[in-house]
């Protein structure tokens, strides 16, 4: 089965390239990408539907996602 644009990754490669195997991690990830996508859309949508251009609105997505820092490093 091949993941849509809005599916989860079929694998989440894990920090040594392996793939997560922790069935609760899985289970947390897939929950967490099913929130993230639906806020996204929704706010996607808001946007275009009170006039945003489209374009815009997808660097200001991609910018927002590119900006969050690492749990792993000290703010």
């Given at each position: 089965m091949s993941a849509g644009p809005l599916a989860?990754?079929?694998?989440?490669?894990g920090a040594d390239g392996?793939?997560?195997s922790c069935r609760?991690?899985?289970?947390?990830?897939?929950?967490?990408h099913e929130e993230v996508a639906q806020?996204?859309?929704d706010a996607f949508e808001d946007a275009v539907l009170m006039?945003?251009?489209e374009a815009a609105?997808?660097?200001v997505l991609t910018?927002?996602?590119a900006a969050l820092p690492s749990?792993?490093?000290?703010?």
């Open positions: 989860p990754p079929e694998r989440w490669p392996q793939p997560i609760e991690k899985l289970k947390m990830l897939a929950e967490n806020v996204l859309r006039g945003v251009d609105m997808r660097r910018d927002l996602v749990p792993k490093r000290p703010a």
